[in-house]
Structures are given as structure tokens and as C-alpha cells.
């Protein structure tokens, strides 16, 4: 019997930001392998002009809670979706809502962030940080609270190359960044964030660090754990391999470059690509809760999710593989044949970008106008650009990440948790974990059935042909033009063609003497 599972049963959970990709997962997980727990509650906002209720409704109803409600055919009495919006006070929570959370909540996990790149810090701060802080205010008024697990980033502190499993002290108090935002209007943050963010590539790093170290501070007599999960891919294993739902980090280009509109990259191929499958951080997330709970550690531990050090992989044959797939199961419509080139020096990227990205947007363009088309391509490649242009950090350095207390962990299990739980990434075939990836990024993003995939070929051998008449035109013009201009290439044009015949005229005559 799993003591991680049975540690689950009869609690109340707590999760904030279960609507997102890694709260989706960990909710699955928690009700397959725990059906007896007591409750799940969730912090939801509407969206989208759907209720609360209607999200989750949509969300238990998706592919990914299939297999739960074999095990746990109420699934949707276990949730509990509690109206709640982070950015306001108190979270906008009802009275009694309040009260339910603050009596009975047992375990806490901290998912909910914002997770863009480009947030004004103003917003990111709202969320990354000050959400965190009145998080933890609430989880000081549980009586019954036994662990509170936030969920930061392996690269809250990508300014540094080493990274152990501490909280780095940040420039700026996050209190005082805190009580400034309520003053300062919105121009002069802009002007001032790039000076705040300092080192780091974006207000997302940033004030995830932030919200560490409001963590470290405010913790008070709380058991409290954090965990760093590098860049989170699709599902390894569970509940079914290549499960995706969102176009963040990998998975966005994983499309771009499937249907052909990526096809080179400003990134260092020996860079190690720290992916880490989404199951394995809910593994780690559940056995962290209850060890966190159970073991109660005197001080706050952090636990580097990452898979760098233990099972590397890196971009170049992570392209290469991507590359593969795509020719075994090509995704459907491609713009151009899929490729995967890499450079890392800027000025042979902007030259890629011109020619292998700009170039045949505008061409298609120019064709979509002629047929009486609205022009589309060059808006979508700028904005492709811009995004790969912000993920460029991540993919031309490499990290390395201290990994003791997860190890201590997963020594600490029982055998069946280490099986249940697992979260040993050494285990992971790449080439396989990739291939489901792929197929993953097909199906559940972009809805492509497997029955297409013969047309799909078809159709890339026909982008082949195109590609082969093209550059065989351009080279005939760009000729053409040189000889008409110039001397040198007529002469090297008549000493081809004469040398061609000459050639051809001996094998005719030897051909002819053995007759
Ligand atoms: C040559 C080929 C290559 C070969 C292959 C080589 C290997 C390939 C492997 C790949 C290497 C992976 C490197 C990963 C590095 C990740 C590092 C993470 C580190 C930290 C991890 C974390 O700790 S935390 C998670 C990370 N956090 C994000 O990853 C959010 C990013 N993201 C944003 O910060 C915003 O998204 C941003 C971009 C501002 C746009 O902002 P924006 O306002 O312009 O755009 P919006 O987001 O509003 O979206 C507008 C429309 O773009 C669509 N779209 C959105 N994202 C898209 C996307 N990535 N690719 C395409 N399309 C995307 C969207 O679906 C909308 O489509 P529509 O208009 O039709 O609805
Ligand atoms: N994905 C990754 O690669 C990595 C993620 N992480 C961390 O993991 C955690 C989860 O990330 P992930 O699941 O990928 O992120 P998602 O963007 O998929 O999910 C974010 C969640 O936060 C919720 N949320 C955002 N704003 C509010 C708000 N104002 N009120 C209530 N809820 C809100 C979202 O709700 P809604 O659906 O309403 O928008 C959503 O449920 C984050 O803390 C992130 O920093 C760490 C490393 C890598």
C-alpha cells in the first residue's frame, strides 16, 4: 500500500491555480491515486464568459479525467470550485467560502501564477508576490493547515549559473516593491522595471524569485516546502503519455516549427534542454505534501525538479528527434517542410530570419492578395518571431541545479511510492518521451486525427517539389541576369557548356570504338 496515497485520504486540499496545465494534472493524480480523500477545493475565476462551475464542469469532462472516473466515479463531489480571484483582496472569496477554507483545510499546493514573459511587472508582482503573501496570511489562520507546498521555478534565479536548493536574497525587499506599486503609476514602473529585473530576462523570473523569498519570510511556524521545476513538457506516463494543453514553453514551437513555419533557431545545441514531464513534477509535488507534513522539517527545503543532471538531454538532439517525428507524423497543412537548423551567432539569425522565415510570408502574402485573400503570414511570423525572440535565453545557456533534497526524498520512499510517485527522471528514454510529445502536440492541441496523416505526407512531398522548382527557377534568373551583366560569368558559362560538350562528344566516341 502506498504511504503517500493512504497520507491523502480523508484530507482537504487546497489548490490554487488547478485550472492551469500543472494544477490539472495534480488534481488527476490526486483523485486517482487518493479516491477516498475528503475534498479538493479550488480557487477559480470565470473566464471566457463561462461561470466558475462551468469551467470545471468542462474540465472534468475532458480527456485527461478519463481514466479517474473509473476509480472515482464522483469525481465531481470531490471538488469543491470556490469562486476567487487572486488579484483582489482577500481573493474576492465569499464570507462563508472563507470560513469553510480556514477550518478545514488540511494540505496547501500553490500553483496559480502568471506565467507570461511580458507581464507589466505591476501585474506580475499582483500575482507572483502579493498573492503569495495573502495566501500564506490565510494559511496562518488554519488551524488544521499540515503542509503548504509553493510552486516557484527552477529559473527564478537563471542570473545565476549554479543554483542550490537556498533562497538567494533578492535587491529589492519584496515588501517595499509591494507598498511602492500602490504609488506609482504605471509609466514610471514600465521606465523602471528593466533597471528592477536587472540580470534576469523578464519580470516572470523575477518575481517568481520574489515571491520565494515572501515565502522564506512569512512562513511564521508554518511547514512550508518549495518546489523549482525547470521547463515542464507534456505527460511522461500518467494518466496516458503526450498529454498538453497549453502552447507555453516548448509546445508552441514544437507547432511552429511541425508545420513548418520555425525552421531555425538562435539556440546552442549543446545547451542542455532542461524539460521536465509535467507528471513527474505532480509526483514530486504529492510526495513532497506528505513527507513536508509527516516529517515536518525544521527549516523550509527546496526541491530542484529538473532533469539536466541526472538524464540530459540537449536542443540539438532535441531538434533532430523533433525532426524525425515529424517526417513519421507529419501535423497537417504545413506551411513549409519541417526543419531544424541552429546557429548562435545573431547576425546569421537575422540572415535565417530574413530568408527562411520573412521572405516566405511575404511570398505567401503576395500570392493570398493576387487570389483575392486577406494577407495574414507576415503578421503571424512577426509574432512567432517576437515569441521565439523571448524564449532565446533559455535555449543558449545551460544551468546546473543542485539536486540533494530531491535524492533524499526519493530515498525516503517506500518501494511502491517510488513506483506510484515516481519522480526519477533517469528512467526517461528521450527519443520516446519526444516521439509521445509530438503526437501529443497533434492530438490534444491541435485536434488532428491519425487518419490524416497519409494526405499529410502527400502534402509535404508536394511542399518537396515546390521548394525543388522554386530555388531551380531562382538559380535560372539569378544566372540569366549575371551573364547578361557580366564578362566573366559568360566566360565561365561558355567554358561549362564547352567543356560539358566535349565531354559528351568522347563518351559518344569511346562508346562508338568498343562497338
Ligand atoms: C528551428 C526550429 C526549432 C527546432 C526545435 C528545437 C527544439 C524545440 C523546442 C523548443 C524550445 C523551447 C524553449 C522553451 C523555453 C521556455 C523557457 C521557460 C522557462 C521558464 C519556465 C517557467 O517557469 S513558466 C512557463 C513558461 N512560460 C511561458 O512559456 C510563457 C511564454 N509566453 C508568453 O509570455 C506570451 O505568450 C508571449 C510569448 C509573450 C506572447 O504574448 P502575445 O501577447 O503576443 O501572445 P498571447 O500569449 O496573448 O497569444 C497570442 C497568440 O499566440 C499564441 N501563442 C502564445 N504563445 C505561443 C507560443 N509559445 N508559440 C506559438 N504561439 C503562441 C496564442 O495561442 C495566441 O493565439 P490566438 O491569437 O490565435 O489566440
Ligand atoms: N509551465 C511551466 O513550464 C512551469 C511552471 N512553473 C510554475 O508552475 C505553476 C503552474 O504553472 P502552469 O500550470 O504551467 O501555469 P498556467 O498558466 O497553466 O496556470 C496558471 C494558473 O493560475 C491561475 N490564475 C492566474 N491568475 C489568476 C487569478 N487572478 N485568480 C485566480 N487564478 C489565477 C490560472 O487560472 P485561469 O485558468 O483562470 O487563468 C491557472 O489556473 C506556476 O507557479 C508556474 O510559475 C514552474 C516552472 C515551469
Redesign the pocket.
Same mark, same amino acid.
Request: net charge positive.
Given at each position: 500500500m502506498s504511504m503517500i496515497a493512504a497520507f491523502y485520504g480523508g484530507k482537504s486540499i487546497l489548490i $490554487?491555480?488547478?485550472?492551469?496545465?500543472?494544477?490539472k494534472v495534480l488534481m488527476e493524480k490526486l483523485l486517482r491515486t487518493s479516491p477516498n480523500l475528503k475534498v479538493i477545493y479550488i480557487?477559480?475565476?470565470p473566464?471566457a464568459g463561462q461561470t466558475t462551475q462551468q469551467r470545471v464542469l468542462q474540465m472534468l469532462n475532458s480527456k485527461l479525467f478519463e481514466k479517474v472516473k473509473e476509480v472515482c466515479p464522483n469525481v465531481h463531489e470531490k471538488i469543491r470550485a470556490i469562486y476567487?480571484?487572486?488579484?483582489q483582496n482577500d481573493f474576492a472569496i465569499s464570507k462563508e467560502d472563507m470560513q469553510e477554507l480556514l477550518s478545514c483545510t488540511d494540505i496547501i499546493f500553490h500553483?496559480?501564477?502568471?506565467?507570461r514573459f511580458d507581464d507589466p511587472l505591476r501585474h506580475a508582482v499582483q500575482?507572483n508576490v502579493t498573492a503569495t503573501q495573502q495566501l500564506l496570511l490565510m494559511a496562518s489562520q488554519m488551524p488544521k493547515l499540515e503542509a503548504f507546498i509553493h510552486?516557484? $521555478?527552477?529559473?527564478s534565479n537563471c542570473n545565476l549559473k549554479h543554483i542550490d536548493e537556498v533562497i538567494y536574497p533578492c535587491p529589492v525587499e519584496p515588501k517595499q516593491l509591494i507598498d511602492s506599486m500602490e504609488w506609482l503609476d504605471d509609466a514610471i514602473i514600465d521606465e523602471i522595471t528593466p533597471k528592477l529585473i536587472g540580470d534576469r530576462p523578464n519580470t516572470y523570473t523575477y518575481t517568481?524569485a520574489l515571491g520565494e523569498m515572501v515565502v522564506h519570510q512569512e512562513s511564521g511556524n508554518l511547514n512550508i516546502a518549495i518546489i523549482r521545476?525547470?521547463?515542464?513538457g507534456a505527460t511522461w506516463q500518467e494518466p496516458f503519455p503526450g498529454w498538453v494543453d497549453?502552447l507555453?514553453?516548448p509546445n508552441g514551437l514544437i507547432i511552429a516549427a511541425g508545420k513548418g513555419f520555425l525552421r531555425s533557431i538562435r539556440a546552442a545545441p549543446k545547451a542542455v534542454a532542461d524539460v521536465i514531464p509535467v507528471d513527474t513534477v505532480v509526483n514530486l509535488m504529492l510526495a513532497v505534501g506528505w513527507y513536508t507534513a509527516v516529517h515536518r522539517p525544521k527549516s523550509t527545503l527546496i526541491y530542484h525538479c529538473i532533469s539536466g543532471n541526472l538524464n540530459p538531454c540537449n536542443w540539438g538532439k532535441m531538434g533532430i528527434q523533433l525532426l524525425a517525428t515529424f517526417e513519421k507524423v507529419p501535423f497537417e497543412r504545413a506551411f513549409r517542410r519541417p526543419n531544424a537548423d541552429f546557429t548562435t551567432n545573431a547576425i546569421t539569425n537575422q540572415y535565417w530570419n530574413a530568408v527562411s522565415h520573412r521572405a516566405p510570408a511575404i511570398i505567401y502574402d503576395f500570392y493570398l492578395r493576387l487570389t483575392g485573400r486577406k494577407p495574414r503570414m507576415t503578421k503571424l511570423m512577426n509574432r512567432l518571431l517576437r515569441t521565439v525572440s523571448m524564449l532565446e535565453y533559455f535555449v543558449n545557456r545551460s544551468w546546473e541545479w543542485s539536486t540533494y533534497n530531491t535524492e533524499m526524498l526519493m530515498a525516503e520512499l517506500s518501494p511502491e511510492d517510488q513506483r506510484v510517485f515516481n519522480f526519477d527522471v533517469r528512467q526517461l528514454n528521450w527519443l520516446e518521451y519526444i516521439e509521445n510529445y509530438v503526437l501529443g502536440v497533434k492530438k490534444y492541441l491541435l485536434k488532428e486525427d491519425m487518419a490524416g496523416v497519409p494526405e499529410a505526407k502527400q502534402h509535404l512531398r508536394r511542399l518537396r517539389n515546390i521548394h525543388y522548382l522554386f530555388n531551380t527557377a531562382l538559380f535560372l534568373i539569378a544566372w540569366r541576369l549575371l551573364i547578361a551583366r557580366s564578362q566573366i560569368a559568360r566566360n565561365v558559362w561558355f567554358f561549362i557548356v564547352s567543356f560539358c560538350y566535349k565531354f559528351l562528344s568522347y563518351f559518344r566516341a569511346s562508346s562508338t570504338l568498343k562497338v
Open positions: $490554487t491555480g488547478a485550472t492551469g496545465f500543472m494544477g480557487l477559480v475565476r473566464k476567487a480571484d487572486l488579484n500553483c496559480a501564477a502568471t506565467v500575482l510552486i516557484s $521555478t527552477a529559473f517568481k521545476p525547470s521547463i515542464v497549453n507555453n514553453g
